[in-house]
Antibody, heavy 121, light 107 residues
Framework: EVRLVESGGVVVQPGGSLRLSCAASGFTFDDYTMHWVRQAPGKGLEWVSLINWDGGNTYYADSVKGRFTISRDNSKNSLYLQMNSLRTEDTALYYC??????????????WGQGTLVTVSS | DIQMTQSPSSLSASVGDRVTITCRASQGISNYLAWYQQKPGKVPKLLISAASTLQSGVPSRFSGSGSGTDFTLTISSLQPEDFATYYCQKYNSAPRTFGQGTKVEIK
């Protein structure tokens, strides 16, 4: 069974930093591009970042560019999101998602349950 | 960046109704279009990829069509479990933008 489990979400002050983790199982992790997607309370889905299979290519939404860094450790089947200079508007449920494509772009065929990040003083 | 616009933002329908949701891309994306369903408090679920390919286990009352800039998600006969919010998403390139969502409510 394909499974993604996020962790690391907490309450943090504006300007603070946080590192989210996503543990993957049930599939060959290093075959797939992985993503972070967030959803602010009562709002829609916002794509945040992607990293290709070997970490050689990363992309970010403009809203997080320069503040967030995505990374992965294929030896640990894990995905990460380092979040710096956090703002109140970064408050959201952060999902880890698996791309269905192998060697090409794909939709998100598996999602974790999400981890809640709250940025508040 | 390519923008994705869904319409309507919300709709009210009855069980048994035919429901159509549209998604428009600001530039052509071929068929790199996915549809997701999200129920309150739940994780998004992939329904359709490549504009019209139904995921395994998704009921056949769901269908998708379109290519280029204009896409539709159709529910042929709305069931009680279909009341949810639906999102389209482009995936031809980054950013992998989502539409703003369409909430399907009970009339």
């Amino acid at each position: 069974e394909v499974r993604l489990v996020e962790s690391g979400g907490v309450v943090v002050q504006p300007g603070g930093s946080l590192r989210l983790s996503c543990a993957a199982s049930g599939f060959t992790f290093d075959d797939y591009t992985m993503h972070w997607v967030r959803q602010a309370p009562g709002k829609g889905l916002e794509w945040v970042s992607l990293i290709n299979w070997d970490g050689g290519n990363t992309y970010y939404a403009d809203s997080v560019k320069g503040r967030f860094t995505i990374s992965r450790d294929n030896s640990k089947n894990s995905l990460y999101l380092q979040m710096n200079s956090l703002r109140t508007e970064d408050t959201a449920l952060y999902y880890c998602a698996k791309d269905e494509g192998v060697g090409s772009w794909g939709a998100f065929d598996c999602w974790g349950q999400g981890t809640l990040v709250t940025v508040s003083s | 960046d390519i923008q994705m616009t869904q319409s309507p933002s919300s709709l009210s329908a009855s069980v048994g109704d035919r429901v159509t949701i549209t998604c428009r891309a600001s530039q052509g994306i071929s068929n790199y279009l996915a549809w997701y369903q999200q129920k309150p408090g739940k994780v998004p679920k992939l329904l359709i990829s490549a504009a019209s390919t139904l995921q395994s286990g998704v009921p056949s009352r769901f269908s998708g069509s379109g290519s280029g800039t204009d896409f539709t998600l159709t529910i042929s006969s709305l069931q009680p479990e279909d009341f949810a919010t639906y999102y389209c998403q482009k995936y031809n390139s980054a950013p992998r933008t989502f539409g703003q969502g369409t909430k399907v409510e009970i009339k």
